[in-house]
């Protein structure tokens, strides 16, 4: 990452806000993306994620702050950076009145891609629709609706691919297949950032993770710093019979035991001395059956920053409303 | 599966990015032609090959008015203005099949394509304002074009005679045409709903235009009529036209020319504002 850092990033963000009426739907998001970076984005639903992207790829106007890739405006240098920009959006979409491979070929065409170019053959066969090229979109099953909209996404070429819930009711064949077809287009020089509500998806193919929530950017971070510095490893000791109640009071008191019921203890290993608490529960008349250690994933993790965030927001709106209070 | 990527794969990533980047940007200098034209070939295809519905069914409905009318009327009112009746009636019922399919196409396709979502599709390519707008404008009056020109053809073939001045007639029509394809668009741009679309022709188009002298010459109505009608601006369009088809007009032809170039600049500026702004488009 420190070689890269130096270098102009490929997207560059700042201060972006969309506002509608009461609602700030993006607030003041500050982001660069790297070349060749696979980035996640990531938030609850009403997070901001998809306006965010739109406000990229034109989907959204009338926001504040500034966009560039590769350096163009992307308000100003429309041209340019949409031809930069690759957007599956998300919610599926359907042209009734053409067959599969016309669709491609006439988004390809708002793009300079001529229709007989082998792109978009190759494109198709990439993503098992070859043999629907002549059937009407209007009767594509979910996934291959979803297929078609990767492959409208990929005709032009982007450098800058947006994948906004790209697996999203789709199945888990398409989904590996996509994942695969994600690292191959970025060793060849495309940078994918991508929504996803699997978060397994994130920690699969993601670089570096930016964590939205009620519109504001909370976290960004490698995906290695993100478990690192969030990701509690835990063990957890199961007993095969109970431990009396004075024991159990005294396991509470150490410092890194999460929890002791009757029949099982908690730790968490980076706080707690296992050594200690373990001898603890050794020298009591219980038996340990079973000791298994836990790394938190990456969703526990989201939880957990968006917890922390929520109640953050709501410790400042008491701050501010006791501020008021005294004015 | 995930990869960690040592710094050499990464500097390879970086150079493929950037020589991608770089042929981009240079083909972005060119004017987008090709684009332009692939949304005006979608939308000529998108009525073509629906053309029972977009082509024979209006021509087919505009001819029965000339049969009932023409036939029905023609016989007692013989002549206006030293016009035979069905001479007189050919400019109007053109003008009804222009005015009504050119909105009608516009206003339809840009509004499906955005209740089925395809309308993305456009909004994040690389055309411009003007080019979105050149698209779905000119295949409308394309649309309207080959309608009206079956009408007058069939119309002759009928016994009309409506030839004065053709290309004059032609200009009219394709004015008509764009006047009412742009009108379209405003209307596909604010709707929310189906309903929307069609409170336009049902309650401003269609009753201007049977008010607007389709049938009838304005000097047969009784005063204060005669001048309430001159308030249309589809009067001058049908009166520009009945001029340039049978030499004929109840107002001077080129007040019809006026109305129309006018109208052509105040609605293209009015599309053109709005697909800039994004409004209810990109919000």
């Known amino acids: ?327 | 599966m995930t990869q960690e990527i040592d710094a050499a794969t990464r500097a390879a990533i970086e150079k493929a990015a950037q020589r991608r980047i770089q042929a981009i940007v240079e083909e972005a200098g060119n004017p987008n032609h090709f684009g332009a034209w692939t949304l005006f070939k979608r939308e000529f295809l998108r009525f073509w090959r629906m053309s029972r519905q977009t082509i024979l069914s209006p021509v087919i409905t505009t001819l029965l008015y000339f049969l009932v009318f023409g036939y029905s009327l023609g016989g007692r009112l013989r002549d206006i203005d030293g016009v035979p009746y069905i001479d007189f009636l050919v400019p109007g019922l053109v003008m009804l099949g222009v005015i009504s399919n050119a909105f009608m196409n516009s206003s339809f396709s840009l509004f499906i394509s955005k209740i089925h979502g395809v309308l993305v599709d456009l909004l994040v390519s690389p055309l411009s304002y003007f080019q979105i707008m050149f698209g779905y404008v000119a295949s409308s009056i394309l649309r309207a074009m080959i309608i009206g020109g079956a009408i007058w053809g069939v119309a002759a073939l009928m016994g009309a005679s409506a030839w004065f001045n053709i290309p004059l007639s032609l200009l009219m029509l394709v004015l008509t045409a764009l006047v009412f394809a742009l009108l379209g668009l405003i209307v596909a741009i604010l709707a929310e709903d189906f309903d929307h679309i069609n409170l336009v022709p049902s309650f401003l188009i269609t009753p201007l235009t049977f008010l607007g002298g389709v049938f009838y010459s304005i000097k047969m109505l009784p005063s204060p009529w005669d001048t309430v009608s001159r308030f249309n601006p589809i009067l001058y369009m049908v009166n520009g036209l009945r001029y340039a088809m049978t030499g004929h007009s109840d107002v001077p032809y080129w007040q019809g020319l006026v109305c129309l170039v006018a109208l052509s600049f105040i609605l293209g500026a009015i599309v053109l504002w709005l697909l800039r702004t994004g409004y209810k488009l990109r919000d």
């Open chain 1, 1 to 327: 990452m420190s070689t890269a850092s130096k270098k102009a990033p490929l997207l560059h963000a700042r201060g972006v806000t969309k506002r509608y009426k009461s609602l700030t739907a993006v607030d003041h998001v500050d982001l660069d993306i790297e070349t060749g970076e696979i980035f996640a984005l990531l938030g609850p639903n009403g997070a901001g994620k998809t306006t965010f992207i739109g406000c990229v790829a034109g989907l959204v106007a009338g926001f504040g702050g500034s966009i560039s890739i590769a350096g163009f405006d992307v308000v100003r240098d429309y041209q340019v950076t949409r031809r930069l920009i690759g957007l599956v959006p998300q919610e599926l979409n359907q042209d009734v009145f053409f067959n599969v491979r016309d669709v491609v070929a006439i988004q390809g065409g708002y793009f300079g891609v001529r229709p007989d170019d082998p792109r978009i053959d190759a494109l198709l066969e990439s993503f098992s629709l070859g043999d629907k090229r002549d059937a009407n979109t209007r009767w594509l099953s979910g996934g291959m609706k979803r297929r078609l909209m990767i492959c409208k996404a990929l005709v032009h070429d982007p450098v800058l691919l947006f994948l906004d819930e790209p697996t999203a009711g789709v199945d888990v064949e398409l989904r590996e297949e996509l994942w695969e077809y994600v690292l191959n287009l970025r060793a060849r020089g495309t940078t994918i950032v991508l929504t996803t509500h699997y978060l397994e998806e994130a920690e699969r193919l993601a670089d570096r993770i930016g964590i939205l929530h009620k519109g504001r950017l909370r976290r960004v971070d490698s995906r290695a710093d993100l478990l690192e510095s969030f990701g509690r490893s835990v063990i957890e000791v199961a007993l095969s019979s109970p431990m009396t109640t004075p024991t159990r009071e005294k396991l509470r008191a150490l410092p890194g035991v999460l929890d002791a019921t009757d029949l099982s203890v908690t730790i968490d290993a980076l706080v707690g001395d296992a050594n200690a608490i373990l001898e603890v529960i050794i020298a009591s008349s219980a038996r340990i059956d079973t000791v298994r250690t836990h790394r938190s994933s990456l969703e526990e993790i989201f939880r957990d920053i968006i917890t922390q965030e929520d109640a953050m927001d709501a410790s400042h709106k008491e701050a501010d409303a006791e501020g008021e209070g005294r004015a």
